[in-house]
T-cell receptor, first 114, second 115 residues
Framework: DAGVIQSPRHEVTEMGQEVTLRCKPI?????LFWYRQTMMRGLELLIY????????DSGMPEDRFSAKMPNASFSTLKIQPSEPRDSAVYFC????????????FGQGTRLTVV | AQSVTQLDSHVSVSEGTPVLLRCNYS??????LFWYVQHPNKGLQLLLK??????LVKGINGFEAEFKKSETSFHLTKPSAHMSDAAEYFC?????????????FGRGTSLIVHP
């Protein structure tokens, strides 16, 4: 398996524009997580899905952020409109659902909003 | 709720000397614990995991960690540091919520290796 695949790797956009980040989890995994990493706050969980269903989005910072998982092999994180404070690295991770299973992370998307 | 505390934000060692990265956890039951490594501008890679089997866990690249329930600790060690070990290290506990299992990260420890 190629692992968790995120695209794009880098995104530079202007304030106010819509940004869509994409994630393909590892085949067979039934949990998917979106994290945001910044120097100030470290790694924050934004939202997670079990079997394509959003379970907890309490980590999503504002209504400008939304995430979907239309099927088991694809998820998106959308920011509309984007703001400079959204600049961060966004990671997607997937795992088998269970207490002893590790999460596998993608390479991340580095978002810069100018 | 489960949580982890990484006691040092930065650890600096000389190449060839031992490495100790400290992690304490808080959990109401026997936890699943992990260490991940992140090299600059890279994703997160699993180093090792503890899942209630052996308390001494061996991982990749010569790292190991010991689960100590009495001390609620899961410190990461390596006998001899290499320059390539310079990276950010994260201690992770699996939090449970309504049947879901969520990786919860510590703030990270930056390992600096001097020649």
């Amino acid at each position: 398996d190629a692992g968790v695949i995120q695209s794009p790797r880098h995104e530079v956009t202007e304030m106010g524009q819509e940004v869509t980040l994409r994630c393909k989890p590892i085949s067979g995994h039934n949990s998917l997580f979106w994290y945001r990493q910044t120097m100030m706050r470290g790694l924050e969980l934004l939202i997670y899905f079990n079997n394509n269903v959003p379970i907890d989005d309490s980590g999503m910072p504002e209504d400008r952020f939304s995430a979907k998982m239309p099927n088991a092999s694809f998820s998106t994180l959308k920011i509309q409109p984007s703001e400079p404070r959204d600049s961060a690295v966004y990671f997607c991770a997937s795992s088998h659902r269970g207490p002893n299973t590790e999460a596998f992370f993608g390479q991340g998307t580095r978002l810069t909003v100018v | 709720a489960q949580s982890v505390t990484q006691l040092d934000s930065h650890v600096s060692v000389s190449e060839g000397t031992p490495v100790l990265l400290r992690c304490n956890y808080s959990s109401s039951y026997s936890p699943s614990l992990f260490w991940y490594v992140q090299h600059p501008n890279k994703g997160l890679q699993l180093l090792l995991k503890y899942t209630s089997a052996a308390t001494l866990v061996k991982g990749i690249n010569g790292f190991e960690a010991e689960f100590k329930k009495s001390e609620t600790s899961f410190h990461l060690t390596k006998p001899s540091a290499h320059m390539s070990d310079a990276a950010e290290y994260f201690c992770v506990v699996t939090s449970t919520s309504g049947g879901s299992y969520i990786p919860t990260f510590g703030r990270g420890t930056s390992l600096i290796v001097h020649p």
